[in-house]
């Protein structure tokens, strides 16, 4: 079912909602939080497909915000609060409101905002792109229990990371982080079974990948070793080395959904390492709500101190 107001409020998208769920025979809310999704016209679709697509499962209500900017002074000094309210099969297994803002009531989205949360339930704030500068400090961003942003999407990732750690705070994460559960999981494995210390490492990927930088701090701080970032033509990360006294680990993705694992004195071994849809990055942070420390380490851990940066481009 979809309702369309126009020039409306809070209250009565409230009402709306409600003898929508009465019209489909569910006049419970089954959801078990509010996904605020801060978006331009531009992304908004594939955001909420993704959000939608998360939904099966973390049954949400999703409250999509996008500010509209007017054409003349005069349309930019109207104020107007349109709403595209989504419940049943259009809507995943939750409930979604586009709410666009027109003129002056976009400069307090909160006020529109708050109304329309779950009473009693974790309050998610996503920005697929124009993230904040600091996030918990936004108006929006304020409300939530989980602030996430994507590095991927602003022009300049590695200063985007650097303006992340300098106004971090818990609750904050980047999808650039969640991309690399598979890599951090499989290295963790690959330890585990080597049994040896790590004496260098080195991150192989695209120029000015987030994930990459994410990454190779991460292993900086947690290995206590310099970690090498080298160039190569991608996409995203195509390998990561570990030295160890044995000899050397590695899993090199150059292309596709499959990497090989390399074990001193092991055969070699093919494992799944796709990349994932946004939908499902989405779906993997919105299972834990807490403070992700391992991020923050990642975010202020300097993997750049004593290594060295090359090009590695193969051959055409």
């Given amino acids: 079912m979809k309702i369309d107001l126009t020039d409306t409020t809070a209250s009565k998208i409230n009402k709306a909602l409600v003898q929508g769920r009465r019209s489909i025979g569910t006049p419970a809310v089954g959801v078990v939080l509010t996904m605020v999704i801060v978006t331009d016209e531009e992304n908004a679709y594939d955001a909420t497909k993704a959000a939608q697509e998360?939904?099966?499962?973390h049954p949400s209500r999703t409250l999509v915000v996008i500010k509209r900017t007017a054409r003349t002074p005069r349309d930019r000094q109207g104020n107007r609060l349109d709403a595209e309210i989504r419940?049943?099969?259009d809507a995943g297994t939750g409930e979604t409101v586009i709410l666009r803002?027109?003129?002056?009531?976009?400069r307090h989205a909160d006020s529109v905002v708050l109304p329309l949360l779950l009473p009693d339930a974790p309050v998610v704030v996503w920005w697929p792109v124009d993230a904040p500068d600091e996030p918990a400090k936004d108006p929006l961003g304020a409300l939530a229990a989980?602030?996430?942003?994507?590095?991927?999407?602003v022009e300049d990732p590695i200063a985007a990371l650097a303006a992340r750690a300098g106004s971090y705070a818990p609750g904050d994460t980047d999808l650039a982080w969640t991309r690399l559960t598979p890599w951090r999981s499989m290295l963790a494995a690959a330890l585990d079974q080597a049994h040896a210390d790590v004496?260098?490492?080195?991150v192989e990927s695209e120029a000015e990948n987030p994930s990459a930088e994410l990454l190779a701090r991460w292993l900086g701080a947690r290995l206590g070793v310099p970690v090498e970032r080298v160039t190569t033509a991608?996409?995203?990360?195509?390998?990561?080395?570990?030295?160890?006294v044995n000899g050397e680990i590695r899993i090199d993705r150059p292309d596709g959904p499959l990497a090989t694992l390399s074990l001193p004195g092991q055969p070699e071994r093919t494992l799944a390492l796709k990349v994932r849809s946004t939908a499902e990055l989405i779906a993997e942070e919105l299972r834990r709500l807490d403070a992700d420390e391992m991020y923050a380490v990642a975010l202020h851990g300097d993997a750049s101190g004593s290594t060295a940066t090359k090009e590695s481009v193969p051959d055409a």
């Avoid at 989980?146 to 991927?152: E, G, H, K, M």
């Avoid at 004496?199 to 080195?202: H, L, P």
């Avoid at 991608?234 to 160890?244: E, F, K, S």
């Fill in 54 to 57: 998360a939904s099966r499962e």
């Fill in 87 to 89: 419940i049943g099969a």
């Fill in 146 to 153: 989980r602030r996430i942003t994507d590095a991927y999407a």
């Fill in 199 to 202: 004496v260098s490492a080195a």
């Fill in 101 to 106: 803002l027109h003129g002056e009531v976009g």
């Fill in 234 to 244: 991608g996409p995203v990360i195509t390998a990561v080395r570990l030295g160890t």
